[in-house]
């Protein structure tokens, strides 16, 4: 790969474009109404809460993100979280992460990236009233030509990617702050802060925590720009100002966006009716068509492409962050050499590029099937929704474990080096997270979610096993294969 390639600039839009702030704002705050309502059906209007849940939620992924933060003034490498862990609490649990780590990126790339990307344009075919002759086969080529054009520029290299995706992210950012806050002034007879206070969950503070903890995705993109700080010119300065930027940058577009969507809801029909799928598979979508006069044609045109675009430049970024982990892991030896191997011109790890590609596309198909057969009587669009948030929904428990042994890495690390340690920044904060992450993973179980959601989370459990096994197996009878795993960094 080529070394000082990219800027500030460039790792900053890669981190923002994998959270898919478009994306997010239409399939995220949609998921969570339907969460919310599904589990807490006695709260009618409890979705009204969403703006406040994240709001949490993103105060608890910047607490899970402090660690990254403070490693990558420290280690730079594609390896990421996995070279964070292995310096800290030894190859053996660095590899599990590793494992972890690229489940979790392929799983995103298939589950938001590709599915979701489908799953929006059969919700906006719906909702236009627009009908897709052979819907149920249709979208197998869709997504397959889809991933396609993504992994090909994927593969013409990471700086004419990037410079793609740094452009039409901030074109993408503008857009929904302004047409959020214009939502606001034109819905100003319905403002109210009550959606940033736990009242429409009746003041329960539990069932606010416990939805706060399946909205945390919504933020997932901010460790965005590790796995290209080779690739990033003075990482060890722009990785973390790339962190601390990109949590900044999300919170305020998508809390806000979020906020304007139920403000102006109110507007147009009752707020419980935000989360009936069957009429409004993305009340985005309605709002953006009755809210703007006569310039809603216009705006609403801009908003589908753009939303469509997130996906595209998100699904890239999660393509690009999962092949730099399958370099890092084949240039140790952990896993073929020949995924290290890049391409002479554009420097991109060609064969890893292929590999993410046929595996993405072996998970994209069979679940997108598997939860048609599933729920054959509810259509395609709802099938292929449902299998989008399952692979959400299988990702997280991984995140969470990835994000708790970075957080108790980092105060080993720093003792192991003989670096100065900070109480507050280097023990207390990180604890907060773990803890916050444990209760997470407790919650997940605890509340015995209906299908699709309890599909997710059985097999993220399954998963995370066999990830578990297979680490002893690698520990007991290939310890050598460990032995080089998060030695490099620049």
Known sequence: MNRDQLGLRHAISQAVALNAPGGTIVL????????VAFTFQSYGTGLFAIPLILLLSLVVYSLMSFSMYEFSKHLSSSGGYYTFVSRGLGKTLGYLTAVLYL??????????????????????????????????????????????????????GIKPSLKFVSYTIVVELLFFLVTSIALLIIYRSHFTLTPFTPAPLGNNIEYVATMMIYSIGAFVGIGGALPIAEETRRPKRNVPLAIVSTIVILGVVIIISAFSQLIAWTGLHSIASFANSNLYPYPVVTIYQHSFGILDPIILAIMIILVINSYFTATVSLGTNATRVLFSMSREKIINRRLSETDGKTGSPRNAVMFVYIISMIIVVLTGI?????????????????????????????????????????????????????????????????????????????????????????????????????????RVRFREKLDLVGDFSL
């Open 28 to 35: 995220y705050v949609t998921s969570i109404a339907s969460l």
């Open 103 to 156: 489940s979790y990126l392929v799983l995103s790339f298939t589950g938001f990236g590709v599915l979701g990307f489908i799953g929006f344009l059969y919700g906006l075919t719906y909702s236009l009233g627009i009908s897709i002759p052979f819907s149920q086969y249709l979208w197998i080529p869709v997504v397959i030509a889809f991933a396609t054009v993504v992994m090909l520029l994927i593969r013409s």
């Open 370 to 474: 598997g939860f048609q057969i599933l729920y054959r009587g509810e259509g395609t669009t709802s099938a292929l929704v449902y299998a989008s948030l399952f692979l959400l929904v299988l990702e997280s428990p991984m995140a969470y474990l990835i994000h708790i042994m970075t957080n108790t890495s980092l105060y080993v690390y720093l003792k192991k080096n003989q670096q100065k340690i900070s109480l507050m920044r280097h023990i207390i904060v990180p604890s907060i997270s773990t803890i916050s992450l444990i209760f997470a993973v407790f919650v997940a179980i605890y509340f015995n979610l209906s299908a699709p959601y309890i599909y997710g989370v059985y097999g993220a459990l399954v998963w995370i096993v066999v990830l578990f096994s297979v680490t002893v197996i690698m």
